[in-house]
Every structure is written in C-alpha cells, then in structure tokens.
C-alpha cells in the first residue's frame, strides 16, 4: 500500500512540476501568430498529457490489482469527502487553466481579428484580393501590385485585407499561422509580425469552384533591406 502511494506522490508531483516548465518550442514560430498559436498547444499538452498518464496509469494498476486470479475481491467505493473536493478543485484549478491561458491567446490581435483597421505607423498595409482563383496584393502606401506572390518584410508588423472580387475564399498560410475568409465586399483583417525568413505556401481554404485544388500562392519574407530592394524595383 506504501509503495502504491508512493508512485502516486511521484506522478501527481510529475504532473505539477510538467505544469510550470514552459517549452523552449513554445519560442518557436515562422510569425508572431504562428508562434502564439503553438506556445498555447504546448502549454495545454503540458497539462494534459500528465493528467493522461495518471488516469491511465490508475487504470492499469486497478485493471492489474482486481485481475481474475488474484485473491482480493474489490469492493464498492466508501464515501470520502477529501477525495471528492480533491478531484473537484483539481479539476476546477485545471480548466481555469486552460481558460486563462486561451484566451490569453485569442484575445491577442495577431491571433483574433478585431474587424477594423488599426496598428502601428510603421504597420505594413497589404491588400489581399482573392477571385477565380488566383490572388492579388496591393500595397496602396507604395503604389504596387503583384500577383501570385505576396513579399513581407521580417521583423516588421503587417496588417492584411483581406477580401473577394466574386465568392467565398479563405486565405490560409499555414506557416505562419494565417487564416481569414475573403467575402466579396467586406473587410477581414489579419494582423501580424513574420520572424523569420522563408517562403510559405498560401492556400484557398475554400472550396470555391472547379480550379479550387490550383487557386494557390507563395508568402516570401524577406530581409528589410531586400524588401526595401523589392519595393523600389517594382514601382520602377
């Protein structure tokens, strides 16, 4: 009996001390959004997965202890009111967790669309139109258009409109955490900050006709400099 409550210390302490460590992957992130996002999922594996292996290590010694050949027989639970309020608070301290920690999250404005424009002076302003079915970004401060390819620059906040020329679309860049519906006449903004360089596939999310599966793009984040390079080559 000793030992059972002893491995019980081990992995109820386990679960705590998984609790408190922050994972260095949780720094990771192609975006400030990307990186919000996956910081959440690490933070709420870091407590499920100790409560999982508690509730299934309890199963398996219950399923091991009371098993066919065994002398003890179990016997029907007593009332424990300390066992009760235990799993209650426990359970209450856990979903307060996670209810904290999401929103945290989702109430960031690189994660949620607030639904209006606003940022930072320096914010860059691109205007994503999507239409059967390819897409088209305008960057009205510089006067540039181009089409296929969206060009960001690193380290620098940008704030993305999003909308259609004909139907439903959604744009979705998976490395960098981006989704938004593009609805014909209407403004959906995404805000938010690439932190590393690369080029990223972009996606219609939407089924919106037979050329859906081709209505594809590329993200390139590149250095300030080169961005800087890229504005004045295409407004030359």
Same mark, same amino acid.
């Given at each position: 009996?000793?030992?059972?409550?002893?491995?019980?210390?081990?992995?109820?302490?386990?679960?705590?001390?998984?609790?408190?460590?922050?994972?260095?992957?949780?720094?990771?992130?192609?975006?400030?959004?990307?990186?919000?996002?996956?910081?959440?999922?690490?933070?709420?594996?870091?407590?499920?997965?100790?409560?999982?292996?508690?509730?299934?290590?309890?199963?398996?010694?219950?399923?091991?202890?009371?098993?066919?050949?065994?002398?003890?027989?179990?016997?029907?639970?007593?009332?424990?009111?300390?066992?009760?309020?235990?799993?209650?608070?426990?359970?209450?301290?856990?979903?307060?967790?996670? +209810?904290?920690?999401?929103? @945290?999250? $989702?109430?960031?404005?690189? #994660?949620? /669309?607030?639904?209006?424009?606003?940022?930072?002076? !320096?914010?860059?302003?691109?205007?994503?139109?999507?239409?059967?079915?390819?897409?088209?970004?305008?960057?009205?401060?510089?006067?540039?258009?181009?089409?296929?390819?969206?060009?960001?620059?690193?380290?620098?906040?940008?704030?993305?409109?999003?909308?259609?020329?004909?139907?439903?679309?959604?744009?979705?860049?998976?490395?960098?955490?981006?989704?938004?519906?593009?609805?014909?006449?209407?403004?959906?903004?995404?805000?938010?900050?690439?932190?590393?360089?690369?080029?990223?596939?972009?996606?219609?999310?939407?089924?919106? +006709?037979?050329?859906?599966? @081709?209505? $594809?793009?590329?993200?390139? #984040?590149? /250095?300030?400099?080169?961005?800087?390079?890229?504005? !004045?080559?295409?407004?030359?």
């Amino acid at each position: 009996m000793t030992e059972t409550r002893n491995g019980l210390v081990a992995v109820l302490t386990l679960s705590g001390l998984a609790t408190l460590v922050h994972p260095v992957a949780a720094q990771s992130g192609a975006s400030t959004t990307d990186g919000l996002i996956w910081g959440l999922n690490y933070e709420l594996l870091a407590v499920a997965i100790p409560i999982t292996l508690l509730v299934e290590g309890i199963l398996v010694y219950t399923v091991w202890r009371y098993r066919a050949d065994k002398v003890d027989e179990p016997k029907p639970t007593r009332e424990n009111r300390r066992l009760e309020i235990t799993w209650t608070v426990a359970t209450a301290v856990v979903l307060l967790f996670v +209810g904290i920690a999401s929103y @945290g999250v $989702l109430a960031d404005e690189h #994660v949620t /669309s607030s639904g209006v424009a606003a940022g930072e002076d !320096d914010t860059l302003e691109v205007d994503v139109v999507a239409q059967k079915y390819s897409w088209t970004f305008e960057y009205p401060e510089h006067n540039v258009t181009t089409g296929g390819t969206m060009v960001l620059s690193v380290d620098r906040e940008v704030r993305l409109n999003v909308t259609s020329k004909d139907w439903l679309h959604s744009f979705h860049v998976p490395g960098l955490g981006l989704k938004q519906d593009a609805f014909p006449g209407q403004a959906n903004y995404l805000t938010t900050e690439p932190t590393e360089t690369g080029a990223h596939q972009l996606y219609c999310a939407e089924y919106c +006709g037979a050329g859906h599966s @081709g209505m $594809l793009g590329t993200v390139e #984040v590149v /250095s300030q400099e080169d961005f800087q390079d890229w504005l !004045d080559e295409q407004s030359a």
